[in-house]
């Protein structure tokens, strides 16, 4: 792996370092609010993959003038750069607002419900529920709920 | 509970329209420049957040009450959807601006999207204040000296 | 000055229009429940759509049941540039039984959803059920890579939101909702990554345009990694063995009538989602020379159908044993994908239909005892089959589906199973296949027995589920019977789409019955 080869794919490398850092937030945090965060890093770190292949070497602004009449002129000389990408991460981060803003929602009520927002205790305080459930229901059953 | 700092609250009041006029120019140039419905309707939504911040929520939902909010998203997708009809109508394929003016297809695709961005802008501004509103509606009331 | 074409605009019929009419119609439902804000009219709206979409996947289903297919393109900006909406054999099908569902779980959730929901939530719940309609719909009807991940994410922040309405049954819906949230949002963006992969190497985000330029890259790393992404993020949404964590309290918490759609259509719109990546997208040769599909999907599947089946045997909560069994039946799909060929795909596509109808009907008759039991745990189900005969009944005929009993929807879809087993060369797979069957002789048999040898439970309310329930339930057994008989729709459909699922390329550059024609029209 030469130098150059290293150098050439920053952004794919930049990209799978913040990629990993969400996803490993997401997968360890204790804390449910962090949990949103590391998810929201991870998605990040897509747009930004999806954003960083949009650019194309030495392209401009991909807006192509027009004439008076509203013909386009674009000039073939003129390199561009790809606006596909952005769009539709433009899509993605209007998803991503509605994913996070629905998870903090849930948050709220989560706290409300069960008065903390850290996932052992909620699972403890579940786990406590389906042993009284057991209790109640599985007995009388002769198995385990 | 105490009010915000006077100069807090005079800037706002200056900064509200100018932050909702700058909504709209982003808003109308959204098909010659960067910009658009999105971007838009945001910024828009700033302008109600921050005079609920500084002034309260009750104080914005008078403004602005939390059931208009929720017709307003409803709206913008409608007006989207129904531009979309509105074109199948026509006799095109839904969505199909040119349709609008048939004989100077360009021109039809310009109104088209600004239709379609109005239905955007209203939606994201509403969905943004919604999101506000339902979060800042939900707080458990921090006295002043809770922080 | 004047731009107009050469030819004369011939005006769009309604007949043209019935693909973006599928998505469309239940996509202005949903503003328009929340505009209006009366929640009786919610309710009728939402039926409303329903109904008419079912009569639009109806009329698709008969266009194209011929092997054509029909292309619309959104705005008339032709594909590949524009977004094309695609319906083939393999979504009409598919289409018709998320709006079928649909239209079945709507008038059962009327009592149901005022039982178990308070009545100021019932207007944005009924705008939530036709998003998450929408956006299944649009998943399954779409031709373009990235619109299938827009709908995907349309349905299923609405599905969080339904999940998470349990709440005032069981606070647990809330975690439930949470960690479903947590698992499909990692799942749609590895699926969003792959689609990234894909559109780097060729430049294009049209499905039938993307497979076009995908032949002979089977040796791309990008191309490889991309499957990976897909395969990955969508098994999260099918919910394929290992990554199916999220589903058992999914179901279990969520209102009945929610379980009962989700149940029978959000799984089965995953699973076609990778159908048509593996096979239309990446070539079916790609697929099988990196032999992913035998040695890494098969074990998974088998896994499923025995490890999910075993813990669904001692389960005490109906619900829940269904939903572990609903992970045992997504094995049977994908081991019909694995072992590649027509026949395996056939039986994937019917039993997802087949497993629709029968979750759909055994998940209304839990609402049903939700409703006059308060819960469905053994001790309290008990006997209810004698007092509730109808709701018994249609338990004990989706329960046979459900084992594959012959005369039921169950057995034709194991028995195309079997049959590709045995094409394969796999014998063994078929002996495994019967004796997972088994496994769901004894769940079921568990139930049964609760529900008719013992005595009514003095809590429960001892009458008959209201025929608001009761009817779209037995429209679900009896169409498990119906299909169980008279399978040329369903074998016919599936045939169809296998068919064209393993042309690959080919198979969706078939001439247009409409629209636009692609390039290499065959």
């Avoid at chain 3, 698992?183 to 060729?202: C, E, K, R, W």
């Amino acid at each position: 792996m030469t130098l150059e080869f290293f150098i050439g794919h920053i952004n794919y490398w930049l990209f799978i370092v913040l990629m990993m850092t969400g996803f490993y937030i997401v997968v360890s945090a204790g804390n449910l609010v962090k949990k949103v965060v590391g998810l929201n890093i991870f998605q990040v770190a897509v747009f930004m993959l999806y954003i960083s292949i949009g650019k194309v070497t030495g392209g401009t602004a991909p807006i192509f003038p027009t004439d008076r009449m509203g013909k386009i002129k674009a000039d073939p000389e003129i390199v561009y750069s790809n606006p596909l990408p952005h769009v539709l991460i433009l899509t993605a981060i209007v998803v991503g607002i509605a994913t996070t803003s629905l998870a903090l929602a849930l948050i709220v009520r989560i706290r409300e419900a069960y008065n903390t927002i850290e996932e052992d205790d909620i699972l403890e305080i579940d786990a406590r529920t389906a042993r009284a459930e057991n209790i109640i229901h599985g007995e009388a059953m002769g198995g385990r709920a | 509970m105490k009010e915000h700092h006077l100069i807090l609250r005079v800037v706002t009041k200056s900064l509200v329209g100018t932050i909702i006029l700058f909504a709209f120019y982003v808003q109308f140039h959204g098909d010659f420049s960067p910009g658009g419905g999105f971007q838009a309707g945001v910024i828009m939504a700033v302008a109600f957040i921050l005079y609920g911040i500084v002034f309260g929520l009750h104080e914005v939902q008078r403004v602005l009450p939390a059931w208009v909010v929720h017709k307003l998203v409803a709206l913008g997708v409608l007006v989207y959807a129904g531009t979309g009809i509105w074109n199948m109508f026509l006799g095109y394929e839904f969505l199909h601006y040119g349709s609008f003016t048939p004989d100077h297809m360009s021109h039809g695709q310009h109104s088209g999207i600004l239709y379609v961005e109005a239905g955007v802008g209203i939606t994201v501004t509403g969905v943004m204040v919604a999101i506000y509103y339902a979060f800042a509606g939900r707080t458990p009331r921090l006295g002043n000296d809770d922080w | 000055m004047a731009t107009a074409s050469e030819t004369p605009h011939i005006a769009l019929t309604l007949r043209d229009h019935l693909p973006i009419l599928q998505v469309l119609i239940p996509l202005c439902t949903a503003p328009l429940i929340v505009l209006l804000g009366d929640r009786r009219v919610a309710w009728g709206l939402a039926f409303l759509a329903a109904m008419l979409s079912l009569v639009v996947s109806f009329l698709l289903m008969m266009q194209v049941m011929d092997g054509s297919f029909i292309s619309y393109h959104l705005g008339g900006w032709a594909p590949p540039i524009g977004i094309e909406y695609r319906i083939d054999a393999a979504n009409a099908f598919v289409l018709l039984l998320i709006s079928l569902t649909a239209t079945l779980v709507l008038p059962f959730a009327l009592r149901s959803v005022a039982d178990e929901i308070p009545a100021r939530s019932h207007t944005l719940f009924y705008a939530c059920f036709t998003l998450v309609l929408t956006g299944l719909l649009g998943v399954v009807a779409t031709g373009d890579a990235f619109n299938v991940f827009v709908f995907l994410e349309i349905s299923s922040l609405a599905t969080y939101v339904l999940v998470s309405q349990g709440l005032y049954r069981d606070k647990r819906a809330l975690s439930a909702a949470y960690d479903y949230l947590i698992m499909g949002t990692i799942g749609a963006t590895f699926f969003v990554i792959g689609i990234g992969f894909l559109y780097m190497t060729t430049g294009t985000l049209n499905m039938a345009d993307m497979a076009e330029r995908l032949v002979g890259q089977g040796d791309n790393r990008t191309v490889q990694a991309a499957f990976a992404f897909i395969v990955v993020g969508m098994g999260l949404k099918v919910a394929i063995y290992p990554l199916h964590l999220w589903l058992p309290a999914a179901y279990n918490y969520a209102p009945s009538a929610v379980t009962v759609f989700l149940a029978a259509t959000s799984t089965k719109a995953a699973v076609y989602v990778l159908l048509r990546f593996m096979f239309s997208v990446f070539q079916p040769e790609f697929v099988f020379d990196t032999n992913l599909l035998l040695w890494i999907l098969a074990p998974f599947a088998l896994l499923a159908m025995f490890a999910a089946s075993l813990i669904a045997v001692f389960q005490t909560n109906f619900k829940r044993m269904l939903a572990y069994s609903s992970i045992a039946q997504i094995g049977y799909m994908l081991l019909g994908i694995s072992l590649f060929s027509v026949t395996g795909l056939s039986a994937t596509m019917v039993h997802l239909f087949n497993h629709g109808i029968t979750k759909a009907a055994l998940f209304m008759a839990v609402g049903a005892l939700v409703l006059r039991s308060g819960n469905t745990f053994y001790d309290r189900i008990e006997g209810m089959g004698r007092v509730m005969p109808l709701t018994g009944a249609a338990v004990v005929l989706g329960g046979l589906s459900l084992i594959g009993v012959p005369g039921t929807a169950g057995f034709i879809s194991k028995w195309v199973l079997v049959q590709a087993a045995f094409e394969a060369g796999l014998w063994w797979i078929a002996l495994l296949i019967v004796a997972s069957s088994l496994l769901a002789v004894i769940y079921m048999w568990r139930v049964v027995e609760i529900l008719y040898l013992h005595t009514p439970h003095p809590e429960a309310i001892h009458k008959e589920a209201p025929l608001s329930m009761v009817i779209p339930m037995w429209i679900a057994a009896g169409a498990c019977v119906w299909f169980g008989i008279d399978t040329s729709l369903t074998m016919g459909a599936a045939n169809t789409a296998a068919i064209g699922l393993m042309g690959g390329t080919d198979g969706m550059a078939l001439t247009p019955t409409v629209g636009g024609l692609l390039g290499n029209g065959h």
